[in-house]
């Protein structure tokens, strides 16, 4: 059984920086991206990032641009979300997610229908 368990999430203050870590368990973690996503209260999940199975590819969503990292461990199971010059706009319950099937080539999916396994979130709270 996949199983992805986040951290790091806290309160920050605008302009601080935060790493968020997912730990994944239950397969081979190198042979599946992964991704982050992000909800806040009253909105839809939305896509913040994502990373190749290889980590040689990434993507991102434009409000994140320059700001975010997104990257991956594969010797420890883990992918990581760095976080810097965070906004109140950046306040939500963040999640990685891993899709369910492998894929041959090394994509970076970004739709939330792309997932199959989700963690049980952590919440980042920016105050201005």
């Known amino acids: 059984q996949v199983q992805l368990v986040e951290s790091g999430g806290e309160l920050v203050q605008v302009g601080g920086s935060l790493r968020l870590s997912c730990a994944a368990s239950g397969r081979p973690f190198r042979m599946f991206a992964m991704g982050w996503f992000r909800q806040a209260p009253g909105k839809e999940r939305e896509f913040v990032a994502a990373?190749?199975?290889?980590?040689?590819?990434?993507e991102y969503t434009d409000s994140v641009k320059g700001r975010f990292t997104i990257s991956r461990d594969n010797a420890k199971n883990t992918v990581y979300l760095q976080m810097n010059s965070l906004k109140p706009e950046d306040t939500a319950v963040y999640y990685c997610a891993t899709p369910g099937k492998y894929q041959i080539l090394d994509l970076v999916p970004i739709k939330v229908s792309d997932y199959d396994y989700w963690g049980q979130g952590t919440q980042v709270s920016v105050s201005s």
């Open positions: 990373v190749s199975r290889s980590g040689g590819r990434t």
